[in-house]
């Protein structure tokens, strides 16, 4: 554990060694960091920031399409963990942990709009046309994000902590409270839901009929 | 799940369609077999070439950067006392066990104050000034003796 800690004051080998610790290990540097963070540890606290922030708010991202809501949901999952670091368990993953925290306030937030609002117009509606001749790549992820924006809400939330997280499908299925056989069949749904919506765009980019 | 489960097209298919193609996301006690299959059959390989074309599509969503001035918020909240004011008053660990016997002191003083006798005295006996007024009658009364 000792090795574990000395990790803080470096970086990028840091993450290296983290992302490749055996799970247990990892908690066990969580729990560590969360030790340290509830002592009021500034160089820990930015370390976690550091590593998780970016994934939280892609994450909200991806769920709300509104980059403004992404980083509310991002300030408070982690105003939630500092409030949480004295009495954090050692079994668990500061990552999942954000990830449940993220997944119910964008619930919230999503449940919260009125059927109306156009998903903040997705900031992605600046592109009103189709996917038509050689696409742009700022173009290209509008049109992406709309269609995955546009699956039903569990879909989403599915692809998202798979496809665009990385979880493994046990942890996403733990992140949603889903069984593994479930997880895949919103999984399936959604990507067929995309394979269908992204038609149009697969054709022009790849060339495909 | 997955390890009794036979690897067929219909299997491989389910796979895809919700991993997609990156071998890394399918149940590892299914991978194996699924890559054989891939490498075994042209239907499979299909397969497996259609849901790598949209893993290439969805690779090219964008996605955001937290700003700066989110960082610095969220590191400035870190700094910020965070304990209750309950905390505030009893640092030294569980608050329960201070709250407990503070209530448990009060319920007694209750108790004693409805069930105990008044040890100053009441009912007939003489109030403290009705004591002193007695004490001063007497020696009144010995002065007027004498």
Aim: contains cysteine; proline residues 5%.
């Amino acid at each position: 554990m000792s090795s574990q800690l000395a990790l803080l004051s470096a970086s990028d080998p840091v993450r290296a060694i983290i992302t490749g610790m055996a799970a247990g290990e990892a908690r066990a540097a969580d729990a560590e960091l969360m030790r340290r963070v509830a002592a009021g540890d500034a160089a820990a606290c930015r370390f976690l920031v550091d590593r998780e922030l970016p994934a939280i708010v892609a994450f909200a991202y991806r769920m709300l399409a509104s980059r403004s809501d992404a980083e509310d949901v991002g300030q408070e999952c982690f105003l939630r963990l500092w409030k949480t670091a004295h009495k954090w368990r050692p079994d668990a993953k500061v990552r999942t942990w954000l990830h449940r925290v993220a997944r119910n306030l964008c619930i919230d937030r999503i449940r919260a709009r009125k059927p109306s609002d156009p998903i903040d117009a997705m900031e992605l509606a600046a592109d009103g046309s189709g996917p038509s001749g050689a696409l742009q790549q700022r173009q290209v992820a509008r049109v992406v994000d709309r269609a995955v924006a546009g699956l039903p809400e569990r879909q989403r939330l599915a692809v998202a902590l798979v496809h665009f997280q990385e979880f493994s499908n046990i942890e996403a299925a733990k992140i949603m409270d889903v069984s593994v056989e479930a997880l895949e069949s919103l999984l399936a749904r959604g990507r067929r839901a995309l394979r269908g919506s992204l038609e149009g765009l697969r054709a022009d980019i790849l060339g495909e009929p | 799940m997955g390890a009794d489960k036979q690897m067929d097209l219909d299997r491989l298919g389910e796979l895809l369609d919700a991993y997609g193609a990156d071998r890394g996301r399918w149940p590892e006690a299914e991978r194996a077999r699924a890559r054989a299959l891939i490498e075994a059959n042209d239907r499979a390989r299909d397969l497996y070439d259609d849901a790598r074309a949209l893993d290439d599509l969805l690779r090219r969503a964008g996605t955001i950067e937290p700003s700066l001035e989110l960082k610095a918020e969220i590191l400035a909240a870190a700094g910020r006392p965070r304990e209750s004011w309950i905390q505030a008053l009893w640092p030294f660990g569980a608050a329960w066990k201070p709250a407990s016997a503070l209530a448990a002191a009060i319920m007694l003083g209750i108790a004693a104050g409805v069930v105990l006798p008044n040890p100053l005295g009441g009912g007939d006996e003489p109030l403290e000034s009705e004591i002193g007024e007695l004490a001063m009658s007497t020696v009144f009364e010995q002065e007027a003796e004498e």
